[in-house]
């Protein structure tokens, strides 16, 4: 047991570095462009995101050193911090509008995305509060205040992940299969009044369902992913290859990074950073399993993998064109410090729960 507790917290640390260090050469890749275009030079972005990367790193090995009893007594005023940050995006002055969405706070030398620590930060308090009771009608509302807080934003790719995290940890901690179908049921519904009753996502769900639709506005985004996908065939064009990230891709070294990933390796390459994605889950289901079930420590590190698991899945099906796109960035890959360091601080609670495994 020791010696598979060790292999599986070694094999998940050398995942974290492999998937980092390639989605950093994949956001140079990828923006290039951009940065010589908006900076003078290509550098701008991979400078910034190696920046990140570093303070992540050292989060992560800081975080792993915190007993995960502290977490578990300080859980409540995380959860409530995260939601104070997600309410300062929506304070004049001090949230940041980009594209009609408040999501960032101005920090004058940066923005902060606080939606991704709120991801952390709810994890933390529902899995302390799941394991040690899993009454319904407190469940729905403390799930129902940051789900408001994000619709106002408005965010519905993080609002999805959201609920994704509290029904599996709800179901996980023991939670009725019936409250879960009712839980599902008035979710969709709920989903479907928020698109129906918002322009903007009615938009992107008619240029998914039908690309043809406004080539050079809404649907632009949709077929120039496409087109990289297609470009890419079975080997792709090359590292350093891509014509799609000269500006024809909205957001190239964020959202829809995976897309120049495609291009420029092809179906094969881009098979293998997926192998890499699925073993790095893996061991943090491997992980999680070693824990007593439904204890904190289990239902932590589930919430952790359900968070990251589910990102990944929609990101993907997103850039193949399998759902509308959510603006939800890809793990370790997407451009970006806020969901970087949350990641890997996320990853250090992780190795913290593995090396309190007991023997």
């Given amino acids: 047991m020791a ?23 994949f956001v140079f890749e990828a923006s290039t462009a951009e940065s010589f275009n908006t900076f003078g030079h290509q550098y701008h ?29 300080i859980a409540p005023l995380v959860f409530i911090g995260g939601l104070g940050l997600i309410f300062l995006t929506l304070m004049p002055g001090i949230g940041l509008k980009v594209n009609g969405a408040r999501r960032w706070i101005n920090l004058g030398f940066t923005s902060l995305q606080p939606v991704e620590l709120l991801k952390l930060g709810l994890i933390i308090y529902f899995a302390q509060w799941m394991s040690q009771h899993q009454r319904l009608v407190p469940f729905l509302f403390l799930t129902a205040i940051p789900s408001l807080l994000l619709l106002l934003q408005p965010d519905m790719g993080s609002l999805l ?34 698109v129906v009753t918002s322009d903007y996502r009615m938009r992107r769900l008619q240029t998914f369902l039908d690309p043809q639709t406004d080539p050079l506005g809404a649907s632009f985004h949709v077929r120039q992913i496409t087109l990289a996908l297609g470009s890419g065939g079975w080997l792709g064009q090359g590292l350093g290859n891509s014509q799609q990230k000269y500006a024809y891709i909205p957001e190239a070294s964020s959202d829809s990074i995976f897309a120049i990933v495609a291009e420029e ?5 881009s098979s293998v950073v997926i192998f890499i994605f699925f073993l790095y889950f893996v061991n943090l289901f491997r992980i999680a399993q070693q824990q007593k079930p439904g204890s904190y420590q289990h239902l932590l590190a589930m919430g952790i993998l359900v968070w990251l698991a589910s990102q990944v899945c929609l990101n993907l099906a997103a850039v193949v064109v399998l759902v509308p796109l959510t603006g939800l960035p890809l793990p370790f890959f997407s451009y970006g410090g806020s969901s970087l360091v949350a990641v890997l601080l996320a990853n250090g609670i992780v190795l913290r729960i593995a090396s309190e495994t007991k023997k």
Avoid: C, E
């Fill in 161 to 194: 992940i959201i609920i994704a995290i509290d029904v599996a940890l709800y179901f996980l901690a023991g939670g009725q299969l019936k409250h879960l179908l009712m839980i599902g049921g008035g979710g969709l519904l709920l989903l479907g009044l928020a």
């Fill in 3 to 25: 010696t598979k507790k060790k292999f599986s917290s070694f094999s998940l640390l050398i995942l974290i570095l492999v998937l980092n260090f390639v989605g950093l050469f």
């Fill in 265 to 269: 390796i092809g179906f094969i390459g």
């Fill in 45 to 73: 972005f991979l400078q910034r995101q190696a920046l990140w990367l570093g303070v992540g790193l050292v989060g992560m090995m800081v975080i792993r050193l915190v007993p995960i009893k502290l977490w578990q007594k």
